[in-house]
């Protein structure tokens, strides 16, 4: 069943952050997600992130593995250590498909990885997906 299908509400209530220093890539992911209902949280980086996480409490997290400063899997690592954020889910963002990559975000405590560019589909599946894990 696609989204469309759904309707534009499936996700109504849900806060989804997107980090990723690729303008693009948080303008295409705030846009596929806030048409399904979502409230979307962006940041350039993993430092601006950490303080909008705080302040925000998303319930998922996308991030960009490769980014300035603080890369994906230290912020995946900062989440992840934090009580509060332990359970939320982390889902790595990167232009490689590699094993190594996925292995490396596992190791960090991500959930899922998605390879950029993503399509609307990807993305909301996996959305779907993490969202159906937390309510199990």
Known sequence: ?????????????????VIDDSKTIRRTA??????????????????????????????????????????????????????????????MLSSKDGLFDRARGRIVGSEQYLTKPFTRDELIDTVRTLTRQAQA
């Open 30 to 91: 705030e846009t596929l997600l806030k048409k399904t209902g979502c409230a979307v949280i962006t940041a350039e980086d993993g430092f601006e992130a950490l303080a909008k996480i705080v302040e925000q409490r998303p319930d998922i997290i996308f991030v960009d593995i490769m980014m300035p400063r603080l890369d994906g899997y230290q912020t995946c690592s900062l989440i992840k250590n934090n009580p509060l954020f332990k359970q939320t889910p982390v889902v």
């Open 1 to 17: 069943m696609t989204v469309s299908e759904q309707g534009d509400s499936e996700f109504t209530g849900l806060k989804i952050m």
